[in-house]
């Protein structure tokens, strides 16, 4: 069983930034992918970064590249997301994603979510 728990979130105005943290109850080194999603009301939720155990790789919405960075803290079993230069199109609630193969099965879990709210 991994635990996720967002923080970060808030009201911001457009240009500005936010820092995300997901703080995982497990080694984060035992996760296969970790990545953060934003669902706004009444849309699907979608990806906005992803990255991978080794932290080798990243994979970013078209949307966020150049704008966004995810990153992890392996000591403190933390994922980051950078958020700069928001938008209010952007704003939704954050969630955390974890996914994890344990004895050959895959396992995704979630956060509880955290609001961001990019005002005009």
């Known amino acids: 069983q991994v635990q996720l728990v967002e923080s970060g979130g808030g009201l911001v105005q457009t240009g500005g930034s936010l820092r995300l943290s997901c703080a995982a109850s497990?080694?984060?080194?035992?996760?296969?992918?970790m990545g953060w999603y934003h669902q706004a009301p009444g849309k699907p939720r979608e990806l906005v970064a992803a990255?991978?155990?080794?932290?080798?790789?990243?994979n970013y919405a078209d949307s966020v590249k150049g704008r966004f960075t995810i990153s992890k803290d392996v000591a403190k079993n933390t994922m980051y997301l950078q958020m700069n230069s928001l938008k209010p199109e952007e704003t939704a609630v954050y969630y955390c994603?974890?996914?994890?193969?344990?004895?050959?099965?895959?396992?995704?879990?979630w956060g509880q979510g955290t609001q961001v709210t990019v005002s005009s």
């Open positions: 994603n974890a996914q994890r193969t344990w004895r050959g099965i895959s396992y995704d879990y």
């Open positions: 990255i991978t155990a080794s932290g080798g790789s990243t």
């Open positions: 497990v080694d984060i080194f035992s996760i296969d992918v």
